[in-house]
């Protein structure tokens, strides 16, 4: 940026994130700027595979736009809650700062797939990434782990050694159970290496579950020049997202938080409906409009969404995740699930964000278990087809089966698997890529059929104008 603005002073380092992406930028880093005592809260953020994010966030003080982009115009508000933007493979920093005993919460968003689990939801010991940060992890000082978890796993071993007491991992990926996952893989992955440090971990490591919401697509160039030309300056790093933002939050602070509620984050005792509404209803919708969105010629969720075809299979999916959601949490409060789903409507119409399906479509498999196999098993299980969460699941048969016929590659961490199930002739095709999402829905002969019948339905289009 040519000038400082920076809104708030340069706040100690309390949080460190890992994943240092657009989302984080546009949520938990907004929500800690717009705490009562931001002052109190600064961000030290890592990036995940590549230093680029970091390299240009530093060259700018750490200071990025928020576009809020809704139906009507864009509003502009620098963000100055990140005071130390960092190269993930600094893995010495970030050992540093994890041990110092002012950081109190380490927050994450490093995507579904970099948890590195099976699809029971435990750490997988034969994922390359696990394997080879587990040998990183045994070398000693020398070692140089690569995966998120790996690296945060090495960090938690300084701040055991340095006595530096306990604090919280707050998980901020779409994920079901995302505080339980985040410590199945870090826990999983100490104990292979040093059963205590699994134990202190343990003793000594809250992991908070969230539901994170708020609709942040990549940047585009298109989006840094807007910046420059409403505002004056140049920023390298500024980040386009809707209006609406969510995010609940449910477990222990050990070391303490911002006061996050102020700035409208809330806090429960029971996550499970929240994170069920938002991940089934608006990540499901999502990922439906991804496959067959795309198999229709669409690029955009509000393209998808204008097809009266995508809006039905959207709203028979609802239907079904809708018979299978709470409708109240524990403590008698009401998630208003019609209105959530006409709300989210006028979200995802919201043409100005261009939310590319392409983006949505990545890592499906690992999306996929928890957007489509709950919803569909439940549905199996009270007797009925369960055809609207079936027909997800054979829109993204259908596109990774005209994909493999196309040539084109399929960005999934179960890749491989992927194109040797496409290489099997029909019904063999189909069990086996049900398989890779849920096990015993493959061996259910119906479901299978079911699948296979709906992608046969589902064939690709020219790309509309
Ligand atoms: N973008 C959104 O609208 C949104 C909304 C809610 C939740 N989320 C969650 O946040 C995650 C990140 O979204 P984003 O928009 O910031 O994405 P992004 O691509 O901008 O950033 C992702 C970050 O994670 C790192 N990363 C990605 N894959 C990795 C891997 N396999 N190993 C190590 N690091 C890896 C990247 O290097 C980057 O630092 C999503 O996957 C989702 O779980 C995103
Ligand atoms: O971010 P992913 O890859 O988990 O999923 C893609 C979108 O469904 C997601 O980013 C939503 O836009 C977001 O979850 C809205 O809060």
């Known amino acids: 940026m040519s000038r400082t603005v920076r809104p708030v002073p340069k706040a100690p380092v309390r949080i460190v994130h890992l994943g240092l992406g657009a989302f984080h930028r546009s949520h938990q880093a907004w929500y800690t700027q717009h ?6 809260w600064g961000i030290a953020a890592f990036t995940g595979r590549r230093p680029d994010a970091a390299a240009s966030l530093s060259g700018q003080d750490g200071l990025y736009t928020v576009v809020e982009r809704g139906d009507e115009g864009d509003t502009f ?5 990140i005071v130390e933007a960092v190269d993930g493979a600094d893995i010495g920093r970030l050992a540093g700062l994890i041990a110092a005993p002012g950081t109190a919460v380490v927050t994450l968003t490093i995507t579904e797939a970099a948890y590195g689990l099976r699809a029971d939801g435990r750490l997988d010991p034969k994922d390359p990434g696990v394997a080879d940060d587990l040998q990183q992890l045994k070398a000693g000082p020398d070692g140089m782990p690569t995966t ?6 090495n960090a938690l071993a300084a701040r055991q050694a340095a006595g530096a007491g306990p604090l919280a991992v707050v998980c901020c990926d779409n994920l079901s159970h995302n505080g339980t996952v985040a410590r199945n893989a870090v826990v999983g992955m100490a104990e292979a290496w040093d059963p205590r440090l699994a134990a202190w971990i343990d003793a000594n490591v809250s992991f908070v579950s969230t539901s994170v919401d708020r609709i942040t697509p990549r940047t585009t160039d298109a989006d840094v020049e807007a910046v420059t030309a409403a505002c004056g ?30 700035a409208g984050a809330v806090f429960v005792d029971d996550i499970e409906p929240y994170e069920n509404r938002k991940l089934w209803l608006l990540n499901g919708a999502h990922s439906l409009l991804a496959y067959l969105g795309q198999l229709r010629g669409h690029t955009t969720v509000a393209e998808a969404l204008a097809d009266p075809a995508c809006l039905a299979a959207v709203e028979r999916f609802w239907d079904e995740a809708e018979a299978n959601l709470s409708g109240a949490a524990a403590d008698g409060a009401d998630l208003q699930i019609p209105a959530y789903r006409v709300q989210l409507l006028a979200r995802f119409r919201n043409a100005r964000i261009a939310h590319h399906l392409t983006q949505i479509a990545m890592d499906g498999s690992t999306k996929l278990r928890m957007r ?18 079936a027909g997800m699941i054979a829109a993204w048969v259908a596109f990774c089966g005209a994909a493999t016929q196309e040539g084109q590659a399929i960005q999934d961490p179960l890749a491989g698997d992927i194109a040797a199930a496409c290489a099997l002739p029909g019904p063999d095709r189909v ?4 398989a890779l999402l849920n096990e015993p829905l493959s061996q259910d002969g119906g479901t299978v059929e079911l699948v296979a019948t709906l992608a046969a339905g589902f064939v690709r289009q020219e790309a509309q104008a």
Request: proline share 10%; glycine share 12%; no cysteine.
């Open 35 to 40: 705490a009562g005592d931001a002052p109190d």
């Open 77 to 81: 508000e620098v963000v100055g809650s």
């Open 148 to 153: 998120p978890v790996g690296r945060l796993v």
């Open 233 to 262: 300056y140049r920023d390298n790093s500024p980040v386009v997202a809707e209006p609406f933002r969510n995010w609940v939050l449910s477990g222990d602070f050990p070391a303490g938080r911002p006061r996050w509620e102020d």
């Open 372 to 389: 489509a196999v709950p919803v569909l098993a439940a549905e199996r299980e009270a007797g009925r087809t369960g055809e609207g969460a």
């Open 431 to 434: 069990r086996a890529l049900v």
